[in-house]
């Protein structure tokens, strides 16, 4: 990881959107973490112990995989699968929390803390803390613990406490909440390690330059393969670190980027999450961005079939990227993305998570008009987590 | 003073406002609720999650702050997080609160390097744009709260949320301090003070002290006998701390 960070403009903005809007307790500490991200980034020692751990540890580089049926790959058009599942712990999060932890120990700070909507973003921030030998303590909303029973007994395992969040409709944003309420108690000696591209500034950044492992990698690796750049680049965005992580190496490269939101059950008011397609700007969990909010700016809850897309925010830069018509995004429904998720299992042997589905289920609604292109996916993380709500929601199991 | 607006229910929230007021209360500051209050703790929560309930809005909230206006000169402040008024949108927000006779607004996950645009809109309107400081808050940012706020400096008493333990000889006093020696803003210290040996101690170092989850609590335990219970729950606690402060500072 050697290519330079672009910085977003004082404050963390990128364009109108990011920003600090949190509570005066949270600058210091936010300048504070600034200063050292900055100081690492700029650090050969610590990029260099952060990309050994990446590689000997999380198993990087993840590799480029040809898709071989789904929806007309290699006859139609040319499906290349960047495989952040093949990552220890099973997605692209472990990039992000190697990372952040790694930042953590530099900074001399003595506890983690997290939160967690299915408990993926939880089980990577514990397995990072338990590499590093830093207590953990990982937020999760009461509703997220009754339904991923197995996350909670794994980040348990890995030693990390499981706080119950019992506040607001106790999910992710709940979660959220509460590890910042933690965070502005336990300022001094604790680390929030946020699990998606948001949040108060420098965090969009912060997590976007972890994750941009994957578009560095998978660039390199398309041209080693096709000798030319994608002509798509896709994947899905909930809070969207995945997507960001690898947009960010194509941003200046004449390659179309494509953003897939959960369109849940329909555009209505809790019905989805996409927050780019159907929200408006307001301050939400610390930045400026697109949200979901309701007519008196009260943040309505998101519904996604897939937990890690359940979210009513999304990065700032993404919001920026919209505004700028850098990157389209589009929306995708629960249905799609379960059908998707099955007829991509079968066709390649690679069960994706749900939230993969989405952008996979957008390449196979939109086949006729890739036909011919050369595509490039993030397969951001796998599907065993899915499998009890794959098989309540009769999918072809 | 610090009460909910629409808590425990459109109607008495002005009854429970008058009531405080009476009992000695000389500033009401009066939150409009936020789905996600990522600063306050439970009690408070709490009391937002009911008031959202009850149908309250920032455009509700703004007109109880009108009704109060003809019925007391104490200056009323309004307080809550940046989304809702943002929505409404700077220059509409600084329009109907300056109609409603508000003197002043708390933003709490507003810092200083995000209002200015908000600043600029009341400034226009001669309503406060109130700023706050931590105990962590340096020197020199501390010089640019104040130069930038009006109103008064709201010192945050500890690193923690509303309704947490009050320590009372934790750095908070050092900033109040610094912050009297310059003289351009009074100052006024909250979070965690709930009885009348709190305010005592944060009365040391301060000009005013602020209560809010105290009284949501003593509101919410009246509750449990009745509306009647609540309001005079309330004015109770007001009259307490008015008087315990009366005890240790005869002369103001």
């Known amino acids: 990881m050697t290519s330079p960070v672009r910085m977003p403009a004082e404050r963390g903005f990128f364009g109108s959107f990011g920003g600090r809007y949190v509570p005066e307790v949270l600058i210091p500490a936010l300048e504070e973490l600034e200063n050292a991200f900055n100081d690492a980034v700029a650090d050969k020692v610590f990029n260099g112990a952060l990309n050994t751990v990446l590689a ?5 580089p993840t590799p480029l995989t040809t898709a071989m049926r789904f929806a007309g ?3 139609s058009f040319v499906l290349e699968l960047k495989r952040e599942d093949l990552n220890h712990t099973g997605a692209h999060k472990i990039n992000n929390t190697l990372g952040q932890v790694m930042l953590a120990a530099r900074m001399g700070k003595e506890r983690i803390i997290a939160e967690t909507g299915a408990g993926q973003h939880g089980v990577a921030t514990a397995t990072a803390a338990a590499l590093f030998g830093l207590p953990c303590a990982v937020f999760m909303g009461v509703e997220d613990i009754a339904r991923q029973a197995l996350n909670v007994e794994r980040m348990r395992l890995l030693g990390a406490e ?32 946020l699990g998606s591209a948001v949040g108060p500034h420098p965090y969009p950044v912060m997590v976007r330059h972890f994750q941009s492992v994957i578009g560095i990698e998978a660039k390199k690796q398309f041209l080693e393969k096709h000798g030319q750049l994608p002509d798509v680049v896709v994947a899905c965005v909930g809070g969207g670190s995945n997507a960001a992580g690898i947009f960010y ?19 209505g008011p809790g019905r989805h999450g996409s927050s780019l397609g159907l929200g408006s700007p307001g301050i939400f969990h610390g930045s400026l961005s697109y949200i979901l909010q309701d007519d008196d700016g009260q943040i309505v809850t998101a519904h996604s079939i897939s937990a890690g897309l359940d979210y009513p925010g999304v990065g700032p830069e993404h919001s920026s990227w919209m505004t700028s018509r850098r ?3 589009f929306r995708v429904r629960d249905e799609s993305a379960l059908a998707a998720t099955s007829a991509f299992t079968r066709d390649e042997g690679i069960l994706p998570a749900l939230e993969t589905a989405h952008a996979i289920a957008w390449i196979g609604e939109s086949a006729a ?13 796998r599907g065993d987590k899915d499998m009890e709500i794959l098989i309540s929601r009769g999918a072809q199991v | 003073m610090f009460l909910t607006a629409g808590f425990p229910e459109p109607g008495l929230d002005e009854e429970l406002a008058m009531a405080v007021l009476d009992a000695g209360a000389d500033i009401l500051e009066i939150g409009f609720p936020f789905s996600d209050p ?6 408070i929560q709490r009391a937002s999650k009911l008031s959202l309930e009850n149908g309250t809005t920032l455009e509700k909230s703004i007109s109880l702050a009108a009704a109060l206006r003809k019925k007391t000169e104490a200056p009323l402040v309004l307080m809550g997080y940046a989304n809702p008024v943002y929505h409404m949108g700077y220059p509409v927000f600084a329009d109907r609160v300056s109609d409603a006779g508000v003197d002043g607004v708390i933003v709490a996950d507003l810092p200083m390097d995000e209002s200015g645009p908000l600043r600029d809109e009341l400034k226009g309107k001669d309503v406060s744009l109130i700023p706050m400081a931590a105990p962590n808050t340096s020197d020199a940012r501390l010089d640019e709260i104040i130069k930038t706020g009006s109103g008064f400096l709201y010192i945050v008493s500890m690193t923690g949320l509303t309704g947490d333990a009050f320590e009372a000889e934790a750095p908070w006093r050092k900033l109040a301090r610094i912050a009297r020696d310059k003289g351009s803003l009074p100052v006024c210290v909250g979070f965690g003070i709930r009885n009348g040996d709190d305010v005592v101690r944060a009365a040391r170092e301060a000009d005013g002290v602020i209560v809010g989850s105290a009284v949501i609590s003593a509101i919410f ?4 006998d009745g509306r009647e219970a609540a309001v005079e729950n309330a004015a109770d606690l007001v009259r307490e701390l008015a008087s315990a402060l009366e005890m240790e500072y005869p002369f103001v």
């Open chain 1, 369 to 381: 008009d890739l036909a011919g292109r050369k595509i490039l996916l993030c397969l951001s993380g």
């Open chain 2, 221 to 224: 335990r009246g509750l449990e």
């Open chain 1, 162 to 193: 499981v706080i119950p969040v019992e506040s607001g409709a106790g999910t992710l944003k709940d979660a959220v909440n509460e590890a910042m309420r933690d965070w502005v108690r336990n300022v001094a000696d604790t680390f929030y390690v």
């Open chain 1, 56 to 60: 000997d540890y999380s198993g990087r």
């Open chain 2, 38 to 43: 990522l600063a306050d703790g439970p009690l």
């Open chain 1, 327 to 329: 990157v389209e995004y």
């Open chain 1, 249 to 267: 190496a194509f941003l200046d490269d004449p390659v179309r980027l494509a953003g897939i939101e959960a369109g849940g059950t329909g555009d």
């Open chain 1, 73 to 75: 790959a290699r006859t």
